[in-house]
Each structure stands twice: as structure tokens, then as C-alpha cells.
């Protein structure tokens, strides 16, 4: 019976010593179990599941609030939302929710046909992340990690990219378009040092307004020759040697630094990007490409950073809780830094009357009478808040089964385009 007992014993440590060699000297099947499960991510991503499977059920009784009429911006707003986790809309409504115009492109309708080459061809749609309308009245956006596009104000197909576009689009002066993407590597050496594949690099993106693609930014091999290559460490993912793999910097946003706004640290042109798995913000010279400013360690998971006319930055600071647990749950904020003191403080956060959360997405926009517009993606809903953090405006993307739907972009828009420009582009339309 002893002799049993050992034998099975030695049986068990031989297959322990065998799979923690493997294990620790990548051995045959731990690459091919590696591209495995790098093909299925690529089909179902992590973000994929967290979009169908987390409802938002914060929903109040009315999908609009308007609070105080007196102190909303007047105006219209472009909001893209979703009408289910693979269906995207781009609406143009007014305080009242009213929809005023309306976009709904559809993945098989812009790449039918097996078109293009991606990484992660969609198979059951694909939601949209990112936008901007032009001065024209034509919206431009991203089917996340996959195509960067442009559709007129009729919904045809101006130009369409499949660059692997993805979470932001931001013009500059000139209607030069810049967009994150990303290249993946399934498997073999990756071209980087201290990293290895499975991995998905990042990268930005110029993109004029026929859609020709002007120049892109690797950012991967920026950071390796400045020596900033600690922060690509510090992300999601670390093989048995500490090689970085997978989705180590994960680019969620990309601003451009305006013309007519001075500073004592950045020029004209500058690019803000936002690295969530960083937990960092950074300025980048488009033309020599080198990262003159970066900011990290007081907010986590951040979206969004936005250059604002006092020459600061602000952003959303997903994990406000994080910070100091004021509520007792969890929230949201904004937060505003000064790029010359690098000292930041909070604008929006846990004493607001009535807080927001979004684990993930979520945006903010500045408006011209000094109120800020919130994107709470995770609640599903748009909050415009005073400078002085009251709640004027809420509108939910209520969907018919009562709950919220996620909510990723909005912007303002200026006067022109008014019910008028959109009733005016609809008849065009139907000529």
C-alpha cells in the first residue's frame, strides 16, 4: 500500500516539475495555448463583455431632467450612444431630448463582403467610439479597434479606413483629423524590447479630410527611445521573464492644443493622449514626435483630457474613490491640473449633491457659458453641472426595456448648426 501511495506520489511531483518548466521556460503548449487564447480575446474582448453583460440599471423615472433652465447652455448636442452593445447611434438633440437628426451606422453595411483587413473582424456589429461633426454637418468616428470613418449629413460613406481606429477623433484647425490606433502581434518576438507577443501597440494617426492618411505616430517605439520605457512596465500584463504583452498602455483619448490659447509649456498642434493602463496624460510634439510633458499617479484609469482656454488640463478620473472615500461608495470626477506646477485639484467629485460613476468610457466637454458637460458612460446618461457643481441638465439614453443604454461621446455644437441647418440638410437628403 506504500508503495502505491509513492508511486503516485513521484507521478504527481514529475508532472508538477514538467509543467513549471514549461511554464517558466515557454515551452511547447504554452505559445500555442498563448495564440489560442490571444485569437478568442480578439473576438470577444474583455470590453466587449463588459458592454452586454452590465446593464446600467440607475435609470429615474424620466429619461429628461431639466433642473434649471435658466443656467443650461443653449444649444444643440451630438451624443453617440448605443441602442444596443453592437447597434451605434449619432443623435442630434435638443434640453427636451427631442432627436433632431440622426446617424445609425451599421458594421456590415460599411465593410460588407469580407473588406478590408482587421485583426478582429466583427461578426454581430460593433459599436462606435469617438466622434466628431464637422463644419460641414458629416460625423467622423471609429468601429472600436477596427475602422476610423466619415459619413455626409445624408449617412453615405465620404471615406472609410481600416486603420484600426479606435475610442477617440480630434480635428484640429485645418480639418486634419487625429486617432488613436493600434497594431496587434499574435505571436513570435515582438518588434520592441522588453516585450513580447501576445501585444497590442499602440499608435497615432493623421488623417486629412478626403481621408488620406497624412502620418502615424508609433508610440511604443517614442516612448523605448526617450527612456521612457518604466511607465510601458507598470501596465496590465507581464510574462515569466517581465516582458510587457497585451494591452499594456491602452490609449482611450487624443486632444489637439488650440491656436488661439497661450501657454508657458506646450504650442500649437501639441497632442494631449491619455494612457488608461498607465494611469497617465502626455503632451507629444507632432513634428519631432517627442514626449515633452507627461503627468501620473494622482487619479486611476483616467478618460478624456481635455486642454481648456486657462492653458490647464482636465480630465475624468474614473476612480475618484479611490482618492478619499467621502461617500461611502463609489464615483467619478473631474479633475483640473496645471502643467507648469503640476499640481491638480478637483472640479467635480464627491461633494456634488449628485455624483456620477463610469468604471469605464465616459468624457467631458467644457461648455461656452463655463458649465461642464459630463458623458456618465457606465450610467448611461449626459449631466451638464455648473461651475459651481450644481446639476441643471440630465438626459438618460432610456431604452425600451426601461434600463439605460451606455452612452461614450458628445459634442456641443456651435450656433449655426441649428434645427433649421438639420431640417434644411434632411430635405436635401430626400431629393
Known amino acids: ?102 446617424w445609425t451606422p451599421r458594421w456590415q453595411d460599411l465593410w460588407p463582403k469580407g473588406e478590408g483587413k ?29 475602422s476610423t470613418f466619415r459619413l455626409d449629413l445624408c449617412g453615405e460613406v465620404v471615406w472609410k479606413l481600416d486603420n484600426h481606429g479606435h475610442h477617440a477623433v480630434a480635428a484640429d484647425r485645418d480639418g486634419k483629423i487625429w486617432v488613436p490606433i493600434e497594431r496587434v502581434f499574435l505571436n513570435g518576438p515582438a518588434p520592441y ?52 504583452m497585451g494591452d499594456t498602455m491602452h490609449v482611450n483619448d487624443i486632444e489637439v492644443f488650440p491656436e488661439d490659447v497661450e501657454s508657458l509649456v506646450f504650442d500649437a498642434g501639441d497632442l494631449l493622449v491619455s494612457a488608461r493602463h498607465l494611469n497617465a496624460i502626455f503632451v507629444i510634439d507632432p513634428i519631432t514626435e517627442r514626449v515633452k510633458w507627461y503627468h501620473s499617479g494622482g487619479f486611476v484609469r483616467q478618460h478624456d483630457p481635455d486642454f481648456t482656454d486657462r492653458g490647464t488640463i482636465t480630465f475624468l478620473d474614473n476612480f475618484g474613490h479611490f482618492s478619499s472615500d467621502q461617500i461611502g461608495r463609489k464615483y467619478s470626477r473631474i479633475i483640473e491640473i496645471d502643467p507648469v506646477t503640476n499640481t491638480q485639484k478637483t472640479i467635480l467629485g464627491a461633494d456634488l449633491e449628485r455624483p456620477f460613476y463610469t468604471e469605464i468610457s465616459g468624457s467631458h466637454e467644457w461648455l461656452p457659458n463655463g458649465n461642464i458637460l459630463v458623458v456618465a458612460s457606465q450610467e448611461g446618461r449626459l449631466l451638464e453641472y455648473t461651475p459651481d457643481g450644481q446639476l441643471v441638465w440630465r438626459y438618460d439614453n432610456r431604452l425600451p426595456s426601461g434600463e439605460n443604454g451606455r ?25
Do not use: W
Not at 488623417?207 to 501596465?235: R, V
Not at 456641443?412 to 440638410?425: I, Q, S, T, V, W
Open 1 to 102: 500500500m506504500i508503495h502505491k501511495y509513492y508511486e503516485r506520489f513521484v507521478r504527481f511531483l514529475a508532472v508538477f516539475l514538467l509543467g513549471a518548466t514549461v511554464g517558466i521556460n515557454d515551452l511547447p503548449p504554452i505559445p500555442q495555448f498563448r495564440e489560442i487564447g490571444a485569437q478568442m480575446a480578439l473576438v470577444v474582448s474583455p470590453l466587449d463583455k463588459l458592454l452586454a453583460t452590465d446593464p446600467v440599471d440607475r435609470a429615474d423615472a424620466d429619461p429628461v431632467e431639466l433642473i434649471d433652465s435658466s443656467r443650461v447652455q443653449p444649444g444643440l448636442i451630438a451624443v453617440l450612444l448605443g441602442e444596443s452593445p453592437r447597434k451605434p447611434a449619432i443623435r442630434i438633440i435638443d434640453r427636451r431630448g427631442t432627436v433632431i437628426h440622426e
Open 118 to 146: 482587421f485583426y478582429r473582424r466583427p461578426v454581430r456589429g460593433m459599436f462606435a467610439h469617438g466622434l466628431h461633426v464637422t463644419a460641414e454637418g458629416d460625423i467622423v468616428t471609429n468601429f472600436e479597434f477596427n
Open 193 to 244: 524590447i522588453g516585450h513580447i507577443a501576445h501585444l497590442r501597440a499602440n499608435g497615432l494617426q493623421q488623417i486629412d479630410a478626403n481621408g488620406e492618411i497624412i502620418k502615424t505616430i508609433d508610440l511604443f517605439d517614442n516612448f523605448i527611445d526617450q527612456g521612457l520605457h518604466g511607465l510601458m512596465h507598470i501596465g496590465r500584463g507581464v510574462s515569466a521573464n517581465g516582458e510587457a
Open 407 to 431: 452612452v461614450y461621446n458628445t459634442q456641443f455644437l456651435p450656433p449655426h448648426m441649428d434645427k433649421a441647418f438639420f431640417e434644411a440638410a434632411k430635405r436635401s437628403c430626400e431629393q
